[in-house]
């Protein structure tokens, strides 16, 4: 069972950044895929950005040359960097590990840019 502890979330302007943290409770060398999820009020949940084991990462074209996923091994933990942000950006921010075919989700951070 991998625990998995957001942090970071905030109220921030648009054009603002913030940083999301994802501390795991172990190593996070043998988990598959780390991911961000999001869910806005009244919007299903989406995923955002991705990073797996054998290095690469994904994203959501929304954010797309605005969020980075990147991981601190030493650390178990991964980052979302969120760089200009905007009030579309506002919601629950999840963290997500899988390792093989078993799934673990974080609590959630509330994220809200203001216009």
């Known amino acids: 069972q991998v625990q998995l502890v957001e942090s970071g979330g905030g109220l921030v302007q648009a054009g603002g950044s913030l940083r999301l943290s994802c501390a795991a409770s172990?190593?996070?060398?043998?988990?598959?895929?780390m991911r961000w999820y999001r869910q806005a009020p009244g919007k299903q949940r989406e995923l955002v950005a991705e990073?797996?084991?054998?290095?690469?990462?994904d994203y959501a074209d929304c954010v797309k040359g605005r969020f980075t996923i990147y991981r601190d091994n030493a650390k178990n933990t991964v980052y979302l960097q969120m760089n200009s942000l905007k009030p579309e950006d506002t919601a629950v921010y999840y963290c997500?590990?899988?390792?093989?075919?078993?799934?673990?989700w974080g609590q959630g951070t509330q994220v809200t840019v203001s216009s």
């Open positions: 997500n590990a899988w390792r093989g075919m078993a799934g673990y």
């Open positions: 990073s797996t084991s054998g290095g690469t990462t």
């Open positions: 172990e190593t996070i060398l043998t988990i598959n895929s």
